[in-house]
C-alpha cells in the first residue's frame, strides 16, 4: 500500500517538477502562503473580515496577473501599503506558490 503510493506520489512529482522549476508555483505550498491573504481576500472570495473595507477578489483571477501585481507591489510600483507590506514578505517562489494556489479557486 505504501510503496505503490509512493511510487504514484514520484510520478506525480516527476511529472509536475520540470514545469514547477521554469515558472509554475505550487498550489500546495501556496495554500500555506495564502493563509495570511484569505482574512483579507477571504474565501469564497466575497466574505472577509473587514466587510467596509474593499478587497479586490483573487480567487479565480489569472496566474500572470496575480504574479504581477504581487510583484508590481513589491517593487513599490503599485502603491497601497497593505499589499506592500504583503508582498515584500514574500520571496519570488512564495508569489509563484500563492498564484499557483490562488487560481486553483474558481
Ligand atoms: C490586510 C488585508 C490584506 C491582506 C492580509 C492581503 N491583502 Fe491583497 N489586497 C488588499 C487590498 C485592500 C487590495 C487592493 C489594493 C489596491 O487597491 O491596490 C489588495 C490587492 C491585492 C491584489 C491585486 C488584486 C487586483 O485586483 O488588482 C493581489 C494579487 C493581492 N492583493 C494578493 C494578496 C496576497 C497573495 C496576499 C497574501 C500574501 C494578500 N493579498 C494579503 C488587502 C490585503
Known amino acids: 500500500?505504501?510503496?505503490r503510493l509512493t511510487i504514484i506520489g514520484l510520478l506525480g512529482l516527476l511529472a509536475v517538477l520540470p514545469v514547477q522549476a521554469e515558472m509554475r508555483g505550487d498550489p500546495e505550498e501556496g495554500r500555506i502562503i495564502a493563509?495570511?491573504?484569505?482574512?483579507c481576500h477571504g474565501i469564497p472570495f466575497h466574505v472577509n473580515v473587514y466587510p467596509t473595507y474593499s478587497v479586490p477578489r483573487i480567487g479565480g483571477q489569472s496566474y500572470g496577473y496575480i504574479v504581477s501585481s504581487l510583484k508590481a507591489y513589491r517593487s513599490g510600483e503599485r502603491r497601497h501599503p497593505t499589499m506592500e507590506a504583503q508582498a515584500n514578505t514574500l520571496s519570488d517562489q512564495d508569489i509563484h506558490d500563492v498564484a499557483?494556489?490562488?487560481v486553483t479557486l474558481t
Open 1 to 3: 500500500m505504501l510503496n
Open 100 to 102: 499557483a494556489y490562488f
Open 35 to 39: 493563509y495570511t491573504c484569505t482574512g
